[in-house]
């Protein structure tokens, strides 16, 4: 996974009734979202590599998967893609502890049968984390969700 984020002067796809998502099969980039300030003072598409896609963008260079990313971007929202004010990009797979995406995916089953296991905590050990989330796993709303629940858990211990 490589994640990008391009930004623009404004967020130009609303005006064209455009919400910023595209799922795309066909480039390299194949999700984007609009991540634009709530005030919409600036644009900012947040896009994704995935997969083999990433895999083959990271043998390139930055400047490369830039013109990737805006290529696809001009051809998903216009012209207007094409001009972005600054790119910023996260590769999840040059990272020491995460080794290929931002979150841990689990097989199909894996969660409904031993989802619970991932957060029960262990004697005084609790754990906590994106993937230990019931409700927004993966994503930061789940990690803060998941660290509010072993806090509980840990205070309960204390107290009990």
Known sequence: MIKV????????????????????????????????????????????????????????????????????????????????????EQDWMAEEYTRGCYGGRLGAGVWTQYGAALSDPVGRLHWAGAETSDTWNGYMDGAVRSGHRAAAEVLAQLTS
């Open 5 to 88: 984020q391009i930004a623009y002067p404004t967020p130009f796809w609303r005006e064209a009734g455009l919400n910023g998502f595209a799922f795309n099969l066909d480039d390299e980039l194949s999700i984007t979202l609009d991540n634009s300030p709530a005030d919409g003072s600036c644009g900012v598409l947040v896009g994704f590599f995935e997969g083999a896609h990433a895999r083959t963008a990271a043998l390139r260079t930055p400047a490369e998967r830039r013109a990737s990313a805006v290529a696809t971007l001009t051809k998903l929202f216009g012209p207007a893609a094409g001009e972005p004010t600054d790119y910023l």
